[in-house]
């Protein structure tokens, strides 16, 4: 009797954890709904879905091998509902074209983390090069610097980009073989971060192009202070870190809220079809996705393949860089570089027409 005491209460214990996590999911799957400027928990759930659908599948797993179908298929309809979130982190791909001979555009949007701050330019030759060598026509730059000592950045990609147009200092667009016609900066305030938008003529067809960079998380000015204050010998405690931690980024979170609300109703507003490039900041089916995508259509979704981040650096492997296009056009061939120029990936696709 004792042990099966023992497996009712293990077999009722996973059964609540299962219920748990099950709610979790939910929870995260409608996390891009909840404002974060008023509803930060539900908001931040969305960053543990990755975590929670794996624990789903173990215990999809566990109630199978224990013959439990009732209960296995609690976990296995969960996961069913997670297909969508999942198809914004990895597609496989298989079978897609990729555009070519199509009508089209080859676009890319880079934050290129200000070079460095070199003082050679050869940084941002290279990153030319490349661009170049992928045959680029729309190049949206984040942090992008335009003078490297004393060579004009701006000057030598216009040797190959036939237009720009300027946001703020760190923001550019560039295009290689149709005529920028227009441009605005969306100024979000006080702060360094911003969006433009630039109207494209191609072949008399005007497109607006949005470049976008939104509030960063705030994690790693967190984590410099405290290594400031550590090397003047002040004694940092880990739970004044993390503390400080949670309040940069759900107050970046806030802001970047705010932002992508601002950037919206731009969007919206536009009398032409609209292409959205930038650095989100945020990860997929958080607010800020969801309101920057709105009825646009997520290029990775419809012609990435495999496991997609755009942060190259340490662990953090996150998507947070975008390529998002009106309906009405195509999407083919969307991928990252595996380049080292920052501590971001360049992302690329082909839009058609």
């Not at 543990?48 to 209960?71: E, T």
């Not at 298929?73 to 990895?90: D, K, N, S, W």
């Not at 496989?92 to 880079?110: C, E, H, M, Q, W």
């Not at 990936?345 to 082909?350: F, Q, Y």
């Amino acid at each position: 009797m004792g042990k099966l005491a023992v497996y009712k209460y293990l077999s009722f214990m996973m059964l609540v954890i299962t219920i748990l996590v099950t709610v979790f999911i939910i929870m995260g799957l409608f996390g891009g709904y909840a404002n974060p400027a008023t509803n930060t928990a539900l908001a931040l759930t969305v960053f543990a879905l990755p975590l929670l659908i794996i624990i789903d599948a173990v215990l999809l797993l566990f109630w199978l091998i224990r013959r439990r179908w009732y209960w296995a298929a609690i976990p296995g309809v969960t996961i069913l509902l997670c297909i969508p979130y999942i198809g914004t982190i990895y597609q496989i791909g298989a079978f897609r074209s990729d555009g070519a001979g199509k009508p089209g555009l080859n676009v890319a949007t880079y934050n290129v983390h200000v070079f460095g701050r070199e003082m050679n330019g050869y940084k941002a030759g290279d990153i030319l090069a490349m661009m170049k060598s992928n045959e680029v026509d729309i190049l949206c730059m984040q942090e992008y610097m335009e003078q490297s000592g004393d060579k004009n950045n701006s000057e030598n990609y216009l040797n190959y980009f036939s237009s720009m147009a300027k946001g703020k200092s760190d923001m550019v667009i560039f295009s290689r073989r149709y005529p920028i016609i227009d441009s605005k900066l969306i100024d979000f305030g006080h702060t360094n971060n911003s969006a433009m938008w630039a109207d494209i003529d191609v072949n008399g067809r005007v497109f607006r192009v949005f470049n976008v960079h939104l509030e960063t998380t705030g994690v790693n000015g967190a984590l410099h202070a405290a290594d400031k204050m550590e090397a003047k010998g002040q004694i940092v405690e880990r739970n004044a870190v993390l503390r400080a931690i949670y309040g940069s980024y759900t107050r970046g979170m806030a802001i970047r809220g705010q932002q992508a609300d601002i950037v919206a109703a731009e969007i919206e507003s536009s009398p032409h079809p609209v292409i959205l490039c930038g650095d989100f900041n945020d990860v997929p089916y958080s607010y800020v996705y969801r309101k920057m995508k709105g009825d646009l259509t997520d290029g990775f979704k419809e012609a990435g393949k495999g496991f997609m981040y755009t942060m190259r650096e340490g662990k953090k492997k996150f998507r947070i860089d975008y390529i998002f296009h009106d309906d009405e056009l195509e999407g083919y061939n969307y991928r990252t570089l595996n380049v080292t120029y920052s501590d971001h990936l360049p992302v690329l696709m082909r839009i058609s027409f």
